[in-house]
């Protein structure tokens, strides 16, 4: 099973992703999360990532596509995968259709999570992750069960991304809007896209999933 999650900044992909990742023995490979780890460790790459991620922009079509292409080649992404955040771009979108093709793979669905803008602010403003597991979290919509503790791992310092803030909210959307939001026609020509609604509670989002993902097994 190969699954593509699309959707805005902010729209639940990575909450989404890990909970399907779970459920169906799927690896999530998450652009941001690579990227946010070269950042951290001061590769090349990383270097060159820093300040346009803070700058709410995208890193360039080269660099994430030679990061997705080694690691798809990876042994656990045998047993499917699920991106989360790539392909962003039209050129992202094709360079993957390729790297697929190579491999007698396809794609089985890709999903967009719609969420307005108008709601964006507030689910970036308030996201905040587990240092120790990455276990994702919100102000108001996701409160760890315990004040203060990790749900998953019993951690108890919690991290928020040097983007997760209203000025970059923007730009990140404006880059949604103008770059990535014009691969859905590409999906949909391929007769792969579908919608869910990302308004709906973190649960009931993942209810929908479910029934898109067990369609498509079957088909
Ligand atoms: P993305 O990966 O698309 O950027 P996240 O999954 O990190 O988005 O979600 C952004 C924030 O919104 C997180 O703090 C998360 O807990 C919260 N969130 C995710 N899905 C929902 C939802 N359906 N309703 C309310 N809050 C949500
Ligand atoms: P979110 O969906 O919450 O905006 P991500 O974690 O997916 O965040 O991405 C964070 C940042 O990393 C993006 O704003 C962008 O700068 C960079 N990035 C992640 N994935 C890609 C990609 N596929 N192409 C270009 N830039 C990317
Ligand atoms: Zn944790």
New binding site residues.
Partial sequence: MHLILLGP???G??TQAKRLQDEYGLVQL????M??AAVASGSEIGKQ?KA??EA????S?DI?IGIIADRIKQPDAKKGFIL??????VA?AEALDKMLTERKLKIDAAIEVRVPDTMIVER?TGRFTCAKCGAGYHDKFQRPKADGVCDACGGREFVRRA?DNAATVQS?LD?YHAQTAPILPFYDKKGVLKVVDGTLPIEEVTKRLRDIVEGSAVS
């Avoid at 998450?30 to 999360?33: I, N, P, V």
């Avoid at 709410?56 to 890193?59: A, W």
């Avoid at 989360?84 to 771009?89: E, I, K, L, S, W």
């Fill in positions: 900044p902010g729209g992909k990575g998450s652009t941001g999360d990227l946010r990532a346009v991620m709410g922009k995208l890193v079509d994430v989360d955040g790539f392909p962003r771009t992202q970036i983007d990140r880059a």
